[in-house]
């Protein structure tokens, strides 16, 4: 290992890969088991610092004294153009919890959250292992960003090349988020038609209650229990509770939430806890808000984290707040 700066070293989440940065402005991933460098990438800047690995494993921040770089630990791509840092910036670290980074320079550190400056699909696991739902990665991404119109159009070309229940009963969601609510519900018995599945049974009852069709919404979102492994249960009872919320209910949501933080895996309780969280914020607890997120740190070790995307695909800015995290 030649060329060393004053970097200090990252360790991958496995234990396997150091990565440090050198004095020439490479970035350096290697083996210690076999003492090889498995891979170098330029930095593209003249006066390299510091390097720090996410507990993911997915992302490495690079930084200069005038700027800061993300970096894609499996491609070696950068995420987006380096950002420009006033004042100096000579030490980089990034929270356990990989949602926020600090830069120290010149007597001061300074703290940015991440979901602020780089794309929210950067924090979230391939679609393909998403909790009920499968989403091509074409429409994946714009629908994790927000861009609906986007989502739609993609989903009616891939139903024209080649239609299935998943993808029917995903612009059912989608067209629901855009008041589209006829055309979702079209779509959801579509989906039905085809195979019944908790998911078109899910997007049924959520553009019911969106025509104010609450017990029609209920009794479709009932049926979704016959459908699903006995492993996603828990969660379509947590999609439940959330569709009652958002119908205007507060109290007795809150209340199943909490029943089933009790009876679920370690998995699955960092997520819940989350949604606990956002659901007395949205009541207007700050209090009993801030006592969840600290509930859902002490299971953050075993968080999953996919079952907030699949909150936030589905139910979007009914349920905002609702930070994503892997």
């Keep these: 290992m030649d060329n060393w700066s004053h970097s200090p070293i990252a ?10 940065v050198t004095s020439d402005g490479k970035v350096t991933c290697h083996d210690i088991f076999s003492s090889n460098a498995l891979r170098e990438w330029l930095l593209l800047i003249d006066d390299p610092g510091y390097c720090s690995l996410a507990t993911n494993g997915r992302l490495i921040a690079c930084s200069t004294p005038v700027s800061l770089s993300f970096w894609d630990a499996s491609t070696y791509s950068r ?30 550190i ?3 959250t991440l979901r602020n400056i780089l794309p929210k699909d950067v924090f979230v696991d391939p679609p393909s292992r998403l909790p009920l739902i499968q989403v091509s990665d074409a429409a994946f991404k714009p629908w994790i960003e927000g861009n609906l119109k986007s989502v739609e159009d993609i989903l009616s070309r ?31 018995n ?35 229990f016959c459908h699903c492994d006995a492993s996603q249960k828990r969660f379509v009872l947590l999609l439940r ?18 029943d089933l933080i009790s009876i679920a895996d370690d998995s699955e309780k960092y997520d819940f806890c989350r949604v606990l969280g956002t659901m007395y914020r949205k009541r207007g607890d700050p209090q009993r808000a801030v006592q969840s997120s600290k509930r859902a740190e002490s299971f953050s070790a075993a968080r999953n984290g996919l079952h907030l995307v699949t909150i936030s695909l589905i139910f979007g800015e009914d349920f905002e707040g609702l930070e994503i995290d892997i």
């Design 158 to 188: 891939e139903i024209v090349e080649h239609s299935n229940y998943h993808t029917f009963a995903n612009r059912a969601l989608v067209r629901t988020r855009l008041k589209q609510w006829d055309m979702a519900i079209e779509d959801a």
């Design 241 to 258: 509770a959330i569709l009652l919320f958002v119908s205007g209910k507060r109290k007795d949501p809150v209340a199943r939430v909490n």
């Design 11 to 20: 360790w991958s989440g496995d234990s396997k890969r150091l990565f440090y």
């Design 190 to 224: 579509r989906s039905l038609s085809i195979s019944p599945s908790a998911i078109g049974y899910i997007a049924h009852a959520i553009a019911l209650l969106d025509q104010h069709e609450k017990r029609r919404a209920l009794r479709a979102f009932d049926l979704a």
């Design 110 to 112: 300074t703290l940015y």
């Design 79 to 108: 995420i987006d153009p380096p950002i420009e840092v006033e004042g100096g910036i000579y030490g980089v670290a990034l929270s356990h919890c990989d949602n926020y980074f600090a830069g120290g320079g010149r007597g001061k």
